[in-house]
């Protein structure tokens, strides 16, 4: 089917949504057949350090647009941490349903200066804007473990942007290869009764299965996964490897890719499942 928005996944359902990193195809491949197992809708984001990997944003961008147009579940193409605004107009044109302007590591005026420029061609383009304000742990700001959102900076940032979902730092920090984060579930309430767009979790590889339930739950409405699927890609690949001589890479790739679909299908189908309380107010 098309590609769709995460306006609609974010707002037309109760429970949180997946968002998965690729830098493979075939890790694209794994998401999609995760999320046709579950039958449920899914983002596939493509990171501003993938692009560089690759060296530039068309290849993968149109395997991505041709991959996700042929699946049968709803799937929105994201670009995740962008922080050069060219970047983000190039995904604007190619296609992407949605995009994130990272200017985190910026001043705040500057910050809601820049961020407010790419929510209007977002805008006139139909294309959803994630955002951040601060930093979220690891990657050198607001999502550093210690590093939190204030929820009437979180709301006056979105006022202040028109941006249509923001990335909060609630205690989990890109990177981690542990799932032993600790969530303040009760920030996350207080900026979902501040914040008047998704919220939406970063670094959550570092988060286990009950707190990213609990997270979402609480209000989280899109969790970002990365590390923690390249952890089991990687290590399927390594058991392949390790098993004796291999040549062919597909034969390598493609252990990697039916282990990260399985645990795509197992992360969808807990976060559908994470269905929010009804809020207090
Ligand atoms: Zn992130």
């Known amino acids: 089917m098309p590609l769709v928005s995460p306006y609609d996944m974010l707002h037309n359902t109760a429970a949180a949504v997946g968002a998965f990193n690729v830098a493979l195809i075939e890790q694209m491949e794994a998401i999609l057949i995760g999320a046709e197992r579950e039958r449920l809708p899914v983002i596939v984001q493509i990171s501003e350090n993938a692009v560089a990997h690759h060296g530039s944003l068309g290849p993968l961008a149109a395997a991505a647009r041709t991959a996700l147009a042929a699946s049968s579940v709803p799937a929105a193409l994201h670009l995740d941490h962008a922080t050069r605004p060219e970047l983000i107009e190039e995904a604007v044109a190619l296609g992407f349903t949605s995009v994130m302007y990272d200017g985190a590591a910026l001043p705040w005026e500057e910050n809601v200066a820049y961020t407010r420029r790419i929510a209007h061609h977002c ?136 282990a990260m679909a399985v645990e795509v299908a197992r992360l969808l189908r807990l976060f559908a499942s994470s269905l929010p309380a009804r809020a207090a107010s």
């Open 123 to 258: 805008r006139e383009h139909g294309v959803f804007l994630e955002a951040e304000l601060g930093e979220v742990g690891g990657k050198d700001g607001a999502h550093a473990p210690g590093v939190r959102t204030d929820p009437r900076e979180a709301a006056r940032f979105v006022t202040d942007t028109g941006v249509d979902a923001l990335a909060v730092a609630v205690g989990t920090s890109h990177h981690m290869t542990e799932r032993t984060a600790a969530i303040d579930l009760a920030l996350v309430r207080e900026l979902r009764a501040a914040v008047p767009v998704p919220l939406v979790l970063h670094g959550s590889s570092g988060a286990d299965d009950p707190t990213l339930a609990a997270a979402a739950a609480a209000g989280i409405r899109k969790i970002n996964i990365s590390t923690h699927l390249n952890t089991v890609f990687t290590a399927a690949v390594r058991d392949v490897l390790d098993a004796g001589p291999v040549v062919d890479p597909r034969r390598y790739v493609s252990r990697g890719r039916e």
